[in-house]
T-cell receptor, first 113, second 112 residues
Framework: DAGITQSPRHKVTETGTPVTLRCHQTENHRYMYWYRQDPGHGLRLIHYSYGVKDTDKGEVSDGYSVSRSKTEDFLLTLESATSSQTSVYFC????????????FGSGTRLTVV | AQSVTQLGSHVSVSEGALVLLRCNYSSSVPPYLFWYVQYPNQGLQLLLKYTTGATLVKGINGFEAEFKKSETSFHLTKPSAHMSDAAEYFCAVSGDGYALNFGKGTSLLVTP
């Protein structure tokens, strides 16, 4: 969707290196989310943010940290990448009204070798 | 915590047959429920959602789902499958922080 841009789209990195994925939105949405998608597991919530500098952990937060210094950007950092973090990562935002509308990014395919 | 369970990781139907994908939810509060579709190597597309009001929800591409509180279910149906319906389908429920909690997905195969 045009409202969310994830970067990079693809990345290969080595075990033990730090990696940062970026999610940028232009919709001024308050809530933002990071998910990982793995075969047989669906999408699992890593972290979410409910405002600038306000974040909380999701189901699979170990090994990940996030930051949100501006409304439009939500960063996901793997401090020391492991092979188990090879996955497709999706960012999402939620509309600010009560319509329960969500926008998903196109995903980042991360391979840790 | 709010969660969903999708029954059947793989479902196969013939073209023209009824599609039924099952989803049961667990929620301590009135649930907001969603169905998404994902085509190979693509992102997520919303099929339909239930928030309040009518329990039979119509979505895109001829899909619909019915919220049944007594059965804690939100099954997805389509009267007649098309080859183009082959994809991965995810049921989700809104949880803490309005985050969507997804099921593990059901892969739909449509055979000629």
């Amino acid at each position: 969707d045009a409202g969310i841009t994830q970067s990079p789209r693809h990345k290969v990195t080595e075990t033990g290196t730090p990696v940062t994925l970026r999610c940028h939105q232009t919709e001024n949405h308050r809530y933002m989310y990071w998910y990982r998608q793995d075969p047989g597991h669906g999408l699992r919530l890593i972290h979410y943010s409910y405002g600038v500098k306000d974040t909380d952990k999701g189901e699979v937060s170990d090994g990940y940290s996030v930051s949100r210094s501006k409304t439009e950007d939500f960063l996901l950092t793997l401090e020391s990448a492991t092979s188990s973090q090879t996955s497709v990562y999706f960012c999402a935002t939620r509309r600010n009204d009560n319509n329960y509308g969500y926008t998903f990014g196109s995903g980042t395919r991360l391979t840790v070798v | 915590a709010q969660s969903v369970t999708q029954l059947g990781s793989h479902v196969s139907v013939s073209e023209g047959a009824l599609v039924l994908l099952r989803c049961n939810y667990s929620s301590s509060v009135p649930p907001y429920l969603f169905w998404y579709v994902q085509y190979p190597n693509q992102g997520l597309q919303l099929l339909l959602k239930y928030t309040t009001g009518a329990t039979l929800v119509k979505g895109i591409n001829g899909f619909e789902a019915e919220f049944k509180k007594s059965e804690t279910s939100f099954h997805l149906t389509k009267p007649s499958a098309h080859m183009s319906d082959a994809a991965e389908y995810f049921c989700a429920v809104s949880g803490d922080g309005y985050a969507l909690n997804f099921g593990k997905g059901t892969s739909l195969l449509v055979t000629p």
